[in-house]
């Protein structure tokens, strides 16, 4: 009976995120008011659906009150989540607000099905992080300080990162945490947005070629550090946002070629001087010639994928557990194989949906320091996704980042939080603004 | 509001990062859609993904079929739920089936993903799934002919080498034979016997696929080859005077039994596989081009082949001294040949120089007997022109017509085919190797032999191959 609820939850789910993804392109096409409404209404009822049947199956597959109990809660943190956002702010986008729900609602299904305790402790950091993001919208519309205060986002970056660098705890490899009051913080994560913020009010005071190389100088210092922790995912996520602010901001082809140019070259560099980059790249190119060491990983995310399928395995059918760091890196791959290939590719979409969300914004907004915050926290995620991804499908070689809002990981998900609310409350802004420019 | 000059080259920007991004994701969504829909199958049957052995605890593991739909292994369930699995031939399909437990083998390896599928009708599954019963697999329909199979298995008799039989034309594996054997249904219970034993029992090695053997004078075949590309036109007309033993510089290279073949022509001397003849085009030969139609022939490379196997070996270097010419031309020397490869050879003769991809499983099916997955013949390549392929088919008529393959001469069909009688320690009896198929005009069935320590292919190979043929082609 069990296996026949659940057999029929994974059709129904896959069709319940296909709708869902569907609204969110159906969505831009939409010029009025009243089609809107309905579409993002439409992809909560799905959302509440698919994260009620998916529960139902972990019910009956553990039988445990207490995430019956789990399940409630999260309930309430969605529906308590949505209708404060709103209360607070009229003017809020509501389509991001649906996808931070559903992209949470998978982590906490697939991170359930994993590991029932780690699933507890990412609820209660998400719904903390929620709360205390809640002023974000409120900050960016009254504290027009913001922007002039680059050097003192530059020093802050650089302080952590150096903190990280002499004191940090090494992980597969890279130095990423730093232990702060019993808790173990990735500063990395958050120095992020403040890189953002430091180009982003660079860039808006003037975008003269002096101006340009000081901006440059301090990024690379950025980027070097990370390197020099051994952190190379976070580097190139830097590296990467840095190359697109600059772009937007100078639209000068040159700056680009040449930013490019050097990537290119810092890739050769890396792949000769740090082992383990050799390893990753010769596991992607033939992950089956050493199945058994270095091209591990990659091969049990292929099998997971590959096994799972269009329509996946079901939850509890598969074996997720043999990926190793599945519920971080590799929560993707356990995504496709319980889930289904299907859901993984509509995930994959509601995350470049999001990334257009935030350029469409950038792109109507006027100010070129709330422009410049809108692309390079859009390509600080969109990059981090597609690492994510790309590694996991061995589309590009692994680097051991996590997937935003979804993978396991507190210090990740504080942050997408934050850029998440960022981008709110600029959303609010420029909707506030051509609301008082009607009226006007 | 009028926007600024670089508010609008801004925006530009921005369009074109957006592009650039989605066509990546796009591309990603593409890329990682075709790996799940080409590759799927491949990464969940790879012997390193321990997620199919899940299955089982769902699925009852189907059955596996002969050509006609002959049991070669099913699961049987007691009235506990105890699973058995049966193979009611016992020893005769040991490899090519191969068994389930411990470890898995041949086809029960190979085909693991179709027997733990299940694509039983809606309404079955749905009350299997009602009454907590495990679903039923689908079964694996073979190519393999359960006659055919006796024939060959009762003509090696208790003699070690193996038996291969497929058809030319499509690829389809009739026959696979593997002598000494074991009873796959004790398997488990003999392990310790199987795996300990002296080196030439070896019973759990399927020799068909994963033997290697000196080729013996069936390697005469490629040294032909080379020899016609060489001397278009004018190969025919070289001639020989054979005396039993042929001296080169110092060394001498006997034939068979040191008979002597007198004065032959070039398929004279191939018909009565004569070692003095061909050792003496062996230092004519350009041994670069000569090493290039071994790999072009698929020595040194993976054969095109699903179940385990060994890689054939050709070594000689262009640089080779005289007397691994003389031995490697007449193949001797080091090099190494597995009776599955030597049947792609003649099949590929036959079959006018295409090699068709060999294959052993001819459909899927569920248990209600619907296909669920057809396999199609598929070709692996041209090995070599079809003037080669017909001027190869000609020597090796000979051979049957003239020379040393008259076990296989009968009215009833014209076959082909070339003997073997491989040295690989002097004080033992060769190994007996016989390559052919019929009938000539239109080949149905190619044959490869070998008989350990048989002596001479003549005498001890072809008339296995005789046996077969007959089977198969007459009424």
Redesign the interface.
Known sequence: MTNLVAGISRYLIILLITIYTYYNFRFFSMKDEEGRNRAVRRQLICMFMLHFLANLVIFLNTDSRLLAAFYCAQLLFFAGYLSLYRLFYRNVSRLLLNNTCMLLCTSFIMLTRLNPNRAIRQFVIAALAAAVTLVIPFVIDRVWQLASIPWLYAALGLTLLLAVFFSGDTSYGARLSLHVGGFSVQPSEFVKISFVFFIAAMFYRSSTFKNVVLTTAAAALHVLLLTASKDLGGALIYFIAYLAMLFVATSNTIYLGLGLGGGAGASVMAYRLFPHVRRRVDAWTDPWKDVADSGYQTAQALFAIGTGGWFGVGLYQGMPEKIPVVDKDFLFAAVAEELGGLYALCLLLICLGCFLQFMLLAFRLQAMFYKQLAVGLGTVYITQVFLTIGGVTKFIPLTGVTLPFVSYGGSSMFATFIIFGVIQGLYILKENEEEDDEEG | ?K?DN??Q???????L??YF??A??L???V???V??ET??????N?P?????A?LAD?VVRGSILGNDGTVLARTVTDEEGNETREYPFGSLFAHVVGYAAPGKTGLESYANFYLLSSHDSLSHR?MK??S?EKQTGDNVVTTLDVGLQQIASDALGDRRGAVIAMEPDTGKILAMVSKPSFDPNRAEDDWQELTGGDSTEARLLNRATQGVYPPGSTFKIITALEYMREHPGEYSSCQFDCSGIYLYQSYQIQCFKRTAHGNEDFAEAFANSCNGAFAKLGPELDLEAYGNLCVQLLFNRELPIAIPYSKSIFRMSPQAESWEILQTVIGQGGTLITPMHNLMIISAIANGGILMNPYFIDHVENAGGQTIKKFMPSVYGELMVANEAHALTELLTEVVLEGTGSAVRTEAYQAAGKTGSAEFDKAKETHAWFVGFAPVENPKIAVCVIVEEGGSGGSTAAPIARKLFDAYLLP
């Open positions: 509001m926007k670089a508010g080259k801004a925006d530009r920007s921005i369009l990062f957006s991004v989605s990546l994701f591309s990603m969504a890329y990682m859609g790996f799940i590759r799927g199958e491949e990464v969940t790879h390193y993904n321990a997620r199919l899940s769902r749905i799934e009602l907590d």
